[in-house]
């Protein structure tokens, strides 16, 4: 399918797509950093994911054509790749076998989204944070130790208060987890991050 692709270069801050839009392409990252995000009923903005290289995305609306599910914003410059839904059904036709690579990975889309629900509803904000944390300096391909995102960013991703996040990472600098400084952190104990994101499975 990779014949049919287009190639889509996104600035800093620009918008792939919104939620509640009509979803007919699917996508794969090439470069750079999105943001998925959604709106809750009270109009505050909620950060949900950050999608790197290789992550594809937009496969919900092959199933079940409608609206968007989220808004996705690029945090850096990103390339993605995109083919149109009729192409990529016309080689699902063609290729039967990708029928199960399809399935599987708007499977692990709505394993994801479960995961994020039960966090979100069952988890102190601590593990949520912690988690969050882990996931945002771990991009899969490379580990760092840096994050540069502000507590008002971070506490979108958690669906909380920017009061809230501060104490929390106050509290993990005292504890010599963390070093904050401005416009990000710095984690200085990853396994002890690691415990407390684990809290409620331990």
């Given at each position: 399918m990779t014949e049919l692709a287009v190639q889509k270069d996104l600035k800093k801050g620009e918008v792939l797509f919104e939620e ?183």
């Open positions: 509640g839009e009509q979803g007919e392409t699917l996508y794969a990252m090439v470069s750079g950093t999105l943001e998925v995000s959604v709106i809750s009923s009270d109009g505050r903005k909620l950060s949900l994911h950050v999608l790197h290289q290789g992550a594809v995305f937009g496969e919900i609306c092959l199933f079940d054509p409608g609206p968007r599910t989220a808004t996705l914003t690029a945090l850096e410059p990103t390339s993605v790749m995109a083919i149109r839904n009729a192409d990529v059904l016309q080689a699902l036709h063609e290729t039967p076998s990708l029928h199960i690579d399809m399935i599987q990975l708007a499977g692990k889309r709505l394993r994801w989204m479960g995961s994020q629900l039960s966090e979100q509803v069952f988890l102190p904000l601590p593990a949520r944070l912690a988690r969050k944390i882990l996931h945002l300096t771990d991009a899969g391909l490379v580990q760092t130790e840096k994050l540069a995102m502000s507590q008002s960013d971070l506490a979108e991703f958690v669906g909380a208060s920017r009061e809230a996040v501060s104490k929390t990472l106050a509290t993990w600098k005292a504890d010599g987890l963390i070093d904050l400084s401005r416009g990000g952190l710095l984690l200085r104990d990853r396994p002890s991050l690691e415990k407390i994101a684990d809290i409620v499975e331990s």
